[in-house]
Structures are given as structure tokens and as C-alpha cells.
């Protein structure tokens, strides 16, 4: 055999050896795609029923039905739906709370006040001008003090995935406007049950008046009371500019909203569907808290337009407020505990310096 011959045929040889080699390279390839494909079509379908006790004007229901919702429908082709159920259709809160516990309900968005009868810590809240801003706010929900707080639920049976809210609470009245404590003595200010909120509102002068807020439309009308205490977008919800022309900002108490799931559902979750409901409602409660304050802006527009007057407090007037109820931080300590309050102190040092 000629050397070029031989040549020809090593050549030849070491071919057909990459061919094959190629060819077996292939197959656990094709193998791995058809096996993630039928993971995919075998994964189970999931109907994430979310409740909520307020309307659909609330800023955590807009963001969710906005964002979360078609989201999460389109990152599973439909393979997880969201159905939302706003106005109490599952319940108030403390109903829809006990539906998330017991694993009858997947998901809510409720206000932190009926979480402090399981968890009393969240009573921080209820604290008068504990953030001078809706970004003071963001950063202590979003830091140690919102993940302490998250931690405390995972206990009771829920997973708190994000933060949102429904704004500052601010006071009217038909009777005067409202820049100084002096202002609010001897008014009737409908308040919460809350204790917390009915001990300020005493050392404010008031006379603190608890009832359902589907009541207070005709007590204002009727003059029953005199005033009342709400974030704006309840205060244009229920219209009750139209019966009380004094909107002073106060903004004395931030009021947090949460998007709660029940612990016993979401565990039972492949961890890709966990990360990816995790990781949208995270963006669900950003755009919940833009929608709440765009809304307060629009919101005080038309009810100024109304012929309503907004009074807008400096912060010299808020403080003289601060002042007054500084004693319901003792009140709160007693709840919660005087190492939280140190801890939140200590946090909202940190943000505001």
C-alpha cells in the first residue's frame, strides 16, 4: 500500500470516529428537551384566588389586577390563572386573613390592623407620625424592620410577599380648618376601634367616636359627628368631602396594605412557580404604592375642584401634633415589646439623618 493510500485511510478512520461521536452527543440532548417538555405540560394547574375587603379603587387591587395578574398568566401560558375578588366578596379581612391561615383561600391584600390581634408587634402602625413620608416608609417596610415583621406571619401560617399602601390618614371636618392640636378639641371625630387611635385622639382633645365606615357618610350628614379620619382615597371613595368641606393633611397615621399568602398553599408550590409569584409580587407592591400616591394628587384636584379646602399643614404644625401625642409610643411599647421599639428608632434614625 502506497503511503498516500495510507494516509487516505487514517484520515478516513479518525472521520468517521468524530461522526459517531457527534451523532451519540445528540441524543441525551434531544433526551433532556423532551423531558423538560413534558415537565412542563405535566406541571399543575394553579387558580391564585385573591381576596379583598376594600373596592377596586384600592391602589394594592389596581396594581394587582394592572401587573400581577397578566403577568403570571402570561409567564405559565395560562397555566396559573388569578382571579380577584374585591368589596368583601370572600369576606373582610379578618374572614379572608382566617380563610389564608386555614388553607381555604390562596392570596389577600389586607390592611396590617387585623394582623396585631395574632402578632401584636404590628401595632407599630398605629404609632401618630412615625414617617414624615410615604419614602421613609418604603425604606424601613423594605428593610430589617419589614422583614422582622414578614418573619413574625410565617409563624401564623401566611407569607407576606410584599408591601404596598393606602397612604397617609388625614382629618375633616365641617366646622373649621384644622392646623393646630387646639383646633381638634371637642370635635367628634369618627376613629378605628383601635385603642391605640383612641388614646390619640383624646390627648389631641377630640372626642373619638368608633363606628363602620359604611355609617359615616349620613353621621356627618346629619351632623351626628363632626369630622373623621381617613387616607384620601377613602375620603374620595366615600365622598365624604361632599359633607365635610375641611381636608386638612395631617397625614398623622400611614396606613400599610400587604399582599398575604397562605403558607399552606404556597409551600405546596414548585420552587419555580414560588420564585416567580415571589418575584412579580415584589413589582406588584412598588406599583401599588406609585398608583397611591398619583391617586392622592388626582384624588385632592377633584375634590378641591369640588369646592372643598385642603389644608396643608408645615412641618412646625405637624410637630406641634407629634408633640402632643408622644405618649402613645409608651402605649405601643407595652404591646410590642421595648426592643422593637428601640430597633424602629434606631432604623428611622438611620433613613432620615
Same mark, same amino acid.
Given at each position: 500500500?502506497?503511503?498516500?493510500?495510507?494516509?487516505?485511510?487514517?484520515?478516513?478512520? @479518525?472521520?468517521?470516529?468524530?461522526?459517531?461521536?457527534?451523532?451519540?452527543?445528540?441524543?441525551?440532548?434531544?433526551? %433532556?428537551?423532551?423531558?423538560?417538555?413534558?415537565?412542563?405540560?405535566?406541571?399543575?394547574?394553579?387558580? @391564585?384566588?385573591?381576596?379583598?375587603?376594600?373596592? !377596586?379603587?384600592?391602589?394594592?387591587?389596581?396594581?394587582?389586577?394592572?401587573?400581577?395578574?397578566?403577568?403570571?398568566?402570561?409567564?405559565?401560558?395560562?397555566?396559573?390563572?388569578? +382571579?380577584?375578588?374585591?368589596?368583601?366578596?370572600?369576606?373582610?379581612?379578618?374572614?379572608?386573613?382566617?380563610?389564608?391561615?386555614?388553607?381555604?383561600?390562596?392570596?389577600?391584600?389586607?390592611?396590617?390592623?387585623?394582623? %396585631?390581634?395574632?402578632?401584636?408587634?404590628?401595632?407599630?402602625?398605629?404609632?401618630? $407620625?412615625? $414617617? !414624615?413620608?410615604?419614602?421613609?416608609?418604603?425604606?424601613?417596610?423594605?428593610?430589617?424592620?419589614?422583614?422582622?415583621?414578614?418573619?413574625?406571619?410565617?409563624?401564623?401560617?401566611?407569607?407576606?410577599?410584599? *408591601?404596598?399602601? #393606602?397612604? $397617609?390618614?388625614?382629618?375633616?371636618?365641617?366646622?373649621?380648618?384644622?392646623?393646630?392640636?387646639?383646633?381638634?378639641?371637642?370635635?367628634?371625630?369618627?376613629? #378605628? +376601634?383601635?385603642?391605640?387611635?383612641?388614646?390619640? *385622639?383624646?390627648?389631641?382633645?377630640?372626642?373619638?367616636?368608633?363606628?363602620?365606615?359604611?355609617?359615616?357618610?349620613?353621621?356627618?350628614?346629619?351632623?351626628?359627628?363632626?369630622?373623621?379620619?381617613?387616607?384620601?382615597?377613602?375620603?374620595?371613595? *366615600?365622598?365624604?368631602?361632599?359633607?365635610?368641606? =375641611?381636608?386638612?393633611?395631617?397625614?398623622?397615621?400611614?396606613?400599610?396594605?400587604? $399582599?398575604? =399568602?397562605?403558607?399552606?398553599?404556597?409551600?405546596? =408550590?414548585?420552587?419555580?412557580?414560588?420564585?416567580?409569584?415571589?418575584?412579580?409580587?415584589?413589582?406588584?407592591?412598588?406599583?401599588?404604592?406609585?398608583?397611591?400616591?398619583?391617586?392622592?394628587?388626582?384624588?385632592?384636584?377633584?375634590?378641591?375642584?369640588?369646592?372643598?379646602?385642603?389644608?396643608?399643614?408645615?412641618?412646625?404644625?405637624?410637630?406641634?401634633?407629634?408633640?402632643?401625642?408622644?405618649?402613645?409610643?409608651?402605649?405601643?411599647?407595652?404591646?410590642?415589646?421595648? +426592643?422593637?421599639?428601640?430597633?424602629?428608632?434606631?432604623?428611622?434614625?438611620?433613613?432620615?439623618?
Amino acid at each position: 500500500m502506497t503511503r498516500k493510500a495510507l494516509m487516505f485511510l487514517v484520515i478516513l478512520g @479518525i472521520a468517521g470516529l468524530l461522526l459517531t461521536g457527534c451523532l451519540k452527543t445528540e441524543e441525551p440532548v434531544q433526551q %433532556v428537551q423532551s423531558s423538560e417538555a413534558e415537565q412542563d405540560s405535566n406541571a399543575p394547574e394553579i387558580v @391564585i384566588k385573591i381576596g379583598f375587603g376594600g373596592p !377596586e379603587t384600592l391602589p394594592n387591587y389596581r396594581a394587582i389586577k394592572e401587573l400581577f395578574k397578566p403577568e403570571i398568566e402570561s409567564k405559565t401560558n395560562g397555566r396559573i390563572k388569578v +382571579e380577584l375578588y374585591p368589596s368583601s366578596q370572600l369576606g373582610d379581612d379578618v374572614k379572608l386573613i382566617e380563610s389564608l391561615r386555614s388553607g381555604t383561600l390562596e392570596a389577600a391584600g389586607p390592611t396590617t390592623a387585623p394582623l %396585631v390581634g395574632m402578632a401584636p408587634e404590628f401595632a407599630v402602625f398605629d404609632i401618630p $407620625f412615625l $414617617f !414624615e413620608s410615604g419614602e421613609v416608609a418604603d425604606q424601613i417596610l423594605d428593610g430589617e424592620i419589614g422583614s422582622k415583621l414578614n418573619k413574625l406571619l410565617e409563624s401564623k401560617g401566611l407569607y407576606n410577599l410584599a *408591601w404596598t399602601e #393606602m397612604g $397617609f390618614r388625614h382629618v375633616t371636618n365641617s366646622v373649621h380648618p384644622i392646623t393646630s392640636p387646639s383646633d381638634i378639641k371637642g370635635l367628634k371625630i369618627r376613629t #378605628m +376601634e383601635n385603642p391605640i387611635h383612641l388614646e390619640a *385622639w383624646r390627648l389631641l382633645g377630640a372626642n373619638p367616636t368608633p363606628m363602620p365606615v359604611s355609617e359615616v357618610f349620613t353621621a356627618l350628614q346629619q351632623h351626628a359627628i363632626d369630622g373623621q379620619e381617613n387616607p384620601v382615597v377613602a375620603i374620595y371613595g *366615600w365622598k365624604f368631602y361632599e359633607v365635610n368641606n =375641611y381636608i386638612s393633611l395631617t397625614g398623622h397615621v400611614y396606613s400599610p396594605l400587604t $399582599f398575604l =399568602y397562605s403558607k399552606k398553599l404556597f409551600d405546596s =408550590y414548585s420552587p419555580d412557580d414560588q420564585k416567580l409569584i415571589r418575584e412579580v409580587a415584589l413589582k406588584t407592591g412598588i406599583r401599588g404604592r406609585e398608583i397611591a400616591r398619583a391617586d392622592e394628587s388626582s384624588y385632592l384636584e377633584e375634590i378641591k375642584e369640588a369646592g372643598a379646602t385642603i389644608v396643608e399643614l408645615t412641618a412646625a404644625q405637624k410637630q406641634a401634633f407629634q408633640e402632643v401625642t408622644q405618649p402613645v409610643w409608651d402605649s405601643v411599647a407595652e404591646k410590642v415589646g421595648d +426592643e422593637l421599639i428601640e430597633e424602629l428608632k434606631m432604623a428611622l434614625a438611620k433613613v432620615t439623618r
